[in-house]
């Protein structure tokens, strides 16, 4: 895996010729995971909401109920969430495209034309991740909050306004906590596009051997993700 | 093993490819035991053999997607393993499954060396990959995705594919296999048209004898790892080795395993 991202880092200069493939990219992946995204931020902005808010209210904490959430959203969740979601639905289809690609041999045509498979599958696919995730991050987070919101405000239990709620979240929360947020979605990003171009470049075998490749892709993905999550937030905790 | 006794008229811009002393083995396995031979320019050069018999790997080994574990191959004289020299000839392969990229239409899969090396404008490259599926007869289905053409079709627009290289040497792998006779016919014709209109050498991988026969400059039998014969088809058709024989001759009423003399069960 580290050779193939050592690869693609060095086919780096080449990228602006790939710029269609990473836009067609793009599009495949705002298309295949904008709505799930939306529907994934909505409900973990509520669920926590409705898991905290309660407790924070009988305590007298009402009013720190928007920056609870807000940090926690932009910090932790959303990143963290959005990868677990790209891995299943983008790296898992990465995995397989190439997968299949190697098994019925379109990789060895590449390969005799001289097209290096690395330039032609592997950069595009990683950089269109790297800049996806990101965004999807900021689509998550502020959709997140709008769900902690919505919950805060209509549940008898905590019985917050709109104003109290983001007044306390604009109070709490800076521009380094997004950023914080975005610097883990692109690492994983990285993560997950080499996962799983390496797991479909390896690909062996007929479809069963496709299959293997797209379970190994997104199980290594979601464990390293969990994994580097508990190390970049060591290592981001000291900027703080 | 034969030598041959007819070369070809060398064909301009055709390579000239020598094969010494191959070896290959997967874990442990050896697939290729010391395979050696010539292939001249502008040459039809088909490998006959049983299907395992490493015919594939050894066009695989040629086109570089595989590396000998001894031996080595020459491309004038030119070692591929050497700096350059594969970028150096020009060489295309049509794959036995045709490979055609799935998530392309056909013209952007005949047009795809020329767009991904930049070598001509868009419009240019699209009336290239046009005028050669026409050349294979192939007309109007442009638009279409590989995953709706018939085997046949899907052979010959990878032969389109491999033409837009303007190859020095084409290798194919079994171009008949899963076709009809018709259709096994007609590949068969494209090959030697492509050897009189353009100056190519191909190197033909097949269990077909038809084709082998109906094509070849000269047939090299392989069986095992190992050439069991090399030459022109009347030496191949002659030739004394008693596996050679057997390929050539075994059908549905021969025999394949006949029983020894002395051996025949009583009735």
Redesign the interface.
Known sequence: MLTLFGRTMTSLPCILRQRGKVVDQLFEIGNASLLMACILSIFIGGVITLQTGPVMTENGLSSAIGGLIGLSICKELAPVMMSILIAGRIGSAMAAEIGSMRVYQEIDALRTMNINPIHYLVLPRITAITIALPLLVVFSILVGWLGGAMVAVANDRIGISYQAYFLNLRQVVDFMDILNGLIKSAVFAVVIGTVSCQQGLATVGGPRGIGHSVTKAVVNSIVLILILDYFLTRFLINFE | MSEPTRTPTPAQGAVRVEVNGLRKSFDGRPVIKGIDFQVERGEVFVIMGPSGSGKSVLL?HI???EAPDEGDILIEGESIRSPGV??KYR???V???G?????LTVLENVG??LR???LKKQAEIDRIATEKLEFLGLKDVQDRQPSDLSGGMKKRVAIARALV?DPQLILYDEPTSELDPLMSVLIGKEILSLKSRIAVTSIVVTHDRDLAFGVADRIAMVDDGRILAIGTADEIRHHPDPLVQRFLRINFKSNPNPAPAGNTPAS
Do not use: P, T
């Not at chain 2, 490979?99 to 998530?103: D, Q």
């Open positions: 695989k086109i570089g997607l594969m970028g060489m295309a392969m794959f036995q499954s490979a055609l990229l799935n998530s795809l060396y991904e090396h930049r290289i």
